[in-house]
C-alpha cells in the first residue's frame, strides 16, 4: 500500500514481479502506481523464474556496479530494490526529454514503498479507442508515434502491452518502459522473432495491442497471434470488426488500417518500422479531415 497521500482503487494489471493500480492522491485526481512484488507474492514455483528474470534486466543496464555487490548472493528484496531504482533513473533519463503525449513521464517517486507514479491513470482509453473508426485510428496514432520517437533516441520500451497503456492527460500513454538498448522480445502474448529481435518486435507487439482494440479480443494462449500467419479466424474477426466501426464512406480507411496491422503481424522481413506506422496513420487521419 502506498503512504497516505495515495489510496488504491483497483488493478490496472499483472506483471512478473510489479504491478500497476489505479489510486488517488490527495488531491483526489487519478494515478497509475507501479509496485515491484515482495516474493510471499509470487507462486512458490514462479518464484525462481522471476529471479532469474530480474537478474537477466539488471544485466542488460549500466546503473550498478553488480560486480561488486555479488549478485548471487542477492536477496529477493535487494533485487527488488535495485529494479526500482533502475526504473527510476530510466523514468528520470526519459523526464529530461520532451516526449510526446503517448509517452507518460513520472511525476513521483516513493522510495519507502518502492512506488513509480504516473499522473491521470486510467484504462478507459481501450473503450474510447473502439468507439469509433476515427478514434481507432487516432488513439493508433499517438501510440505509433510514441513509439517511433523511442527508436529514434535508440530506446526500446520493451514490454509493449495493454497492461502498460493507461489514459494520460492527453491521451493514451506507455508506461512501464524498460528503455533497454535491445529488445528482450517478451509482450503480454508471447515471445516472437527467436534471438534476433529489433525495433521489428516492437512493431509487433504494438500490432498485438492494435489487434486487442479492433476485434475486442482476448489474446491469451488459446487466441495468441502467431508470427508470419494470422488464422483465418483472426483474420475474419480483424475485418468484421472494423466493417462494425466504418460507413461506406470510409470503407477504405477501414480497409487500408486492416492491411496495416495485418502487415505489423505479418513476418519481420515484411514488417514496417515504427516511423511508418506512423506515417500511414497520419495519412489516414489527414484523409478523415478532406
Avoid at 518464484?47 to 542477492?74: A, W
Avoid at 528482450?184 to 504494438?206: I, P, S, W
Wanted: charged share 20%; with cysteine.
Amino acid at each position: 500500500m502506498p503512504n497516505s497521500n495515495y489510496t488504491l482503487v483497483e488493478i490496472l494489471g499483472l506483471g512478473s514481479f510489479s504491478n500497476v493500480f489505479l489510486g488517488l492522491n490527495a488531491d483526489k485526481n487519478r494515478v497509475a502506481i507501479k509496485q515491484p512484488k515482495k516474493l510471499s507474492d509470487i507462486p512458490k514455483g514462479e518464484q525462481n523464474s522471476v529471479i532469474l528474470e530480474i537478474k537477466n534486466q539488471i544485466h542488460e543496464n549500466s546503473y550498478f556496479d553488480l560486480v561488486q555487490e555479488g549478485l548471487e548472493k542477492l536477496t529477493y528484496e535487494k533485487l527488488t530494490m535495485i529494479l526500482y531504482y533502475c526504473q527510476k533513473q530510466k523514468s528520470q533519463k526519459l523526464s529530461r526529454q520532451s516526449p510526446p503525449p503517448g509517452i507518460l513521464k513520472a511525476v513521483a517517486f516513493n522510495d519507502s514503498d518502492l512506488s513509480v507514479i504516473y499522473p491521470l491513470a486510467g484504462r478507459g482509453w481501450v473503450e474510447q479507442a473502439g468507439s469509433s473508426l476515427y478514434s481507432l485510428i487516432n488513439t493508433f496514432f499517438q501510440l505509433a508515434e510514441a513509439l517511433s520517437y523511442l527508436h529514434d533516441l535508440g530506446m526500446y520500451h520493451n514490454d509493449i502491452k495493454v497492461n502498460n497503456i493507461v489514459t494520460g492527460p492527453n491521451g493514451p500513454a506507455f508506461i512501464d518502459y524498460n528503455l533497454n538498448e535491445k529488445v528482450r522480445g517478451v509482450n503480454q502474448y508471447y515471445k516472437v522473432d527467436g534471438n534476433e529481435q529489433d525495433e521489428f518486435t516492437e512493431v509487433f507487439a504494438l500490432g498485438s495491442v492494435f489487434y486487442f482494440c479492433i476485434a475486442n479480443a482476448k489474446l491469451s494462449a488459446n487466441n495468441k497471434l502467431r508470427e508470419s500467419c494470422m488464422s483465418v479466424k483472426q483474420l475474419l474477426l480483424l475485418k468484421q470488426s472494423l466493417r462494425n466501426l466504418c460507413s461506406s464512406s470510409n470503407y477504405s480507411h477501414a480497409f487500408k488500417l486492416f492491411n496495416l496491422v495485418n502487415k505489423m503481424l505479418s513476418s519481420k522481413n515484411s514488417r514496417p518500422t515504427a516511423k511508418q506506422v506512423k506515417a500511414e496513420l497520419a495519412c489516414l487521419l489527414i484523409e478523415f479531415k478532406e
